[in-house]
Nanobody, 124 residues
């Protein structure tokens, strides 16, 4: 069975940093483009960052451009989200997702598998 397991999030002060990881199993990891999404209280799930299956390209939502960085280690079947200069507006449940042989997509419906989500809270 396919599993995507996010690392524990946590409580971080505004301006601080946090790195999330997502470990995949039950799939050929290098065949999947990977994405990070988030859902803030009272809002719809939104795309945050994505990385192509080859690792050759990345994409970010404007609000995190320059602050967040997505990366992957195919040897470890893991995708990461490095979050710097965190703001209160970044508070949300963060989800890891996988899309088979696709381009990076901002659309949740185009991803095949999802993690359970991890809470990130940024205090101001």
């Amino acid at each position: 069975q396919v599993q995507l397991v996010e690392s524990e999030g946590g409580l971080v002060q505004a301006g601080g940093s946090l790195r999330l990881s997502c470990a995949a199993s039950g799939l050929t990891f290098s065949s999947y483009s990977m994405g990070w999404f988030r859902r803030a209280s009272g809002k719809e799930r939104e795309f945050v960052a994505g990385i192509k299956w080859s690792g050759a390209s990345t994409l970010y939502v404007d609000s995190v451009q320059g602050r967040f960085a997505i990366s992957r280690d195919n040897a470890k079947n893991t995708v990461y989200l490095q979050m710097n200069s965190l703001k209160a507006e970044d508070t949300a449940v963060y989800y890891c997702a996988a899309r088979l042989f696709g381009t990076i997509s901002r659309k949740p419906m185009e991803y095949n598998y999802w993690g359970q989500g991890t809470q990130v809270t940024v205090s101001s």
